[in-house]
């Protein structure tokens, strides 16, 4: 059974920054694609960023590219979202997923299918 507990969430205005993180459970984290994924209201759900087991290999939603960064730390199961120059269209509930089968593949899935496990996710507003 693995759990994902985000935080790091909060109001924050245009411009500023925020560090999501993403707690994980469960012994082979390591060997976890990550993605975090966000859903504005009333909106589809958005992949934002995915980063492979090794952390070799990042991807980015274009929405995001040059200003939020991926990153994890195998040792401490933790997966980090480091937003910056953020803007009001970035305000969402941001959740992480693990895709426990991340080992197997060569790049990070933008595709929601592919993730096995959830958090619950953290609320970010960018005022404007």
């Known amino acids: 059974q693995v759990q994902l507990v985000e935080s790091g969430g909060g109001l924050v205005q245009a411009g500023g920054s925020l560090r999501l993180s993403c707690a994980a459970s469960?012994?082979?984290?390591?060997?976890?694609?990550m993605g975090w994924f966000r859903r504005a209201s009333g909106q589809e759900r958005e992949f934002v960023a995915g980063?492979?087991?090794?952390?070799?290999?990042?991807d980015y939603a274009d929405s995001v590219k040059g200003r939020f960064t991926i990153s994890r730390n195998n040792a401490v199961n933790t997966v980090y979202l480091q937003m910056s120059s953020l803007k009001p269209e970035d305000s969402a509930i941001y959740c992480c997923?693990?895709?426990?089968?991340?080992?197997?593949?060569?790049?990070?899935?933008?595709?929601?299918?592919?993730?096995?496990?959830w958090g619950q996710g953290t609320q970010v507003t960018v005022s404007s």
């Open positions: 997923a693990a895709d426990a089968r991340g080992y197997i593949r060569a790049k990070v899935s933008g595709d929601a299918d592919t993730y096995n496990y």
């Open positions: 469960g012994r082979t984290f390591s060997r976890y694609a």
């Open positions: 980063i492979t087991w090794s952390g070799s290999f990042t």
